[in-house]
């Protein structure tokens, strides 16, 4: 595996074609090694990158303290059988005057994760444009754990028609159905045994909706177990349509159940298909 810091070096080493992109932040998990095995079967070349970013963090967030080890990451990627692993630093990627931003309007980032987190969602669609630029992929691939965020950049490759497939593979889990994060790292281990709490309203949401019942109901369910935990303070729980993320009256095909909160060690957020 090819491993390059620098800009010139990463378009030194790319091929003209056919390249599986995967964007990380790192401290590599296996949902992110799932978007690799992805990636590699679909397309002869495959790049991952490794870059924290600074512009997706507001004030008070864990910037500085985010997992990072990449030497760690480095082997996980190359016993994967990525091509080309890109990691480079902040200058690198941000020279002095680096002065644009990209920013995706309505819904997409006004709600939710974009309410919670201001600016968040304009400091990935600036880096991650960067990156497809820079990269110049065929496909890239993105976990659906972050479903907001898989829709705010299909959103953007369609506006601003970037020539190329972004592809969403479904959030792998643990066994009890905590959805594997980086940031699963920060929880204690008394913390990590109720932290599968944002799953289990997800899951009993689901159940209401297989049985007849209607979305306010459905809410009710989902309410109701995360009660059991008052530790987590709910940022939001709500189902949405899976396109637009507004809220719901009534199911709708594909309709998606959203929850996010904060522990005391760490903030989760979690979603699931809840009316296939």
């Known amino acids: 595996m090819n491993v390059v810091r620098t800009v010139a070096e990463l378009r030194a080493a790319l091929p003209r074609e056919g390249v599986g992109f995967v964007p990380t932040m790192g401290y590599l998990h296996a949902g992110h090694l799932a978007l690799v095995r992805r990636a590699r079967a679909e397309n002869p070349f495959t790049v991952v990158s490794i870059f924290v970013n600074p512009l997706q963090f507001g004030p008070g967030e864990d910037y500085h303290r985010y997992p990072r080890d990449l ?12 091509d080309l692993l890109f990691a480079p630093s902040v200058e690198e990627m941000y020279p002095p005057g680096f ?57 953007m490759v369609r506006d601003l028609g970037f020539p190329l497939e972004v592809v969403g593979v479904p959030t792998v889990r643990e066994e009890d159905g905590l959805a594997l994060s980086s940031r699963n790292v920060y929880l204690s281990p008394e913390t990590r045994k109720r932290a599968n709490v944002l799953y289990r309203a997800l899951a009993a949401m689901r159940e209401v909706a297989g049985k007849g019942g209607r979305v306010a109901e459905a809410l009710r369910a989902g309410e109701a177990v995360l009660a059991e935990v008052p530790e987590f303070r709910k940022d939001y729980l709500a189902l949405v349509h899976p396109e637009t993320l507004l809220p719901l009256s009534d199911w709708v095909e594909g309709a998606r159940g959203i929850v996010a909160g904060r522990f005391p060690e760490a903030r989760l957020i979690d979603n699931l298909e809840v009316y296939p």
């Open 71 to 82: 030497e760690r990451d480095r082997a996980l990627l190359e016993e994967a059988g990525v």
């Open 99 to 155: 002065a644009t931003r990209v920013s995706v309007e309505g819904p997409l980032t006004a709600l939710w994760e974009g309410a919670v987190r201001p600016g968040h969602f304009q400091g990935v669609a600036t880096v991650v444009a960067r990156l497809f630029l820079l990269v110049g992929p065929s496909r890239a691939y993105f976990g659906e754990k972050d479903y907001q965020q898989l829709l705010l950049i299909r959103k």
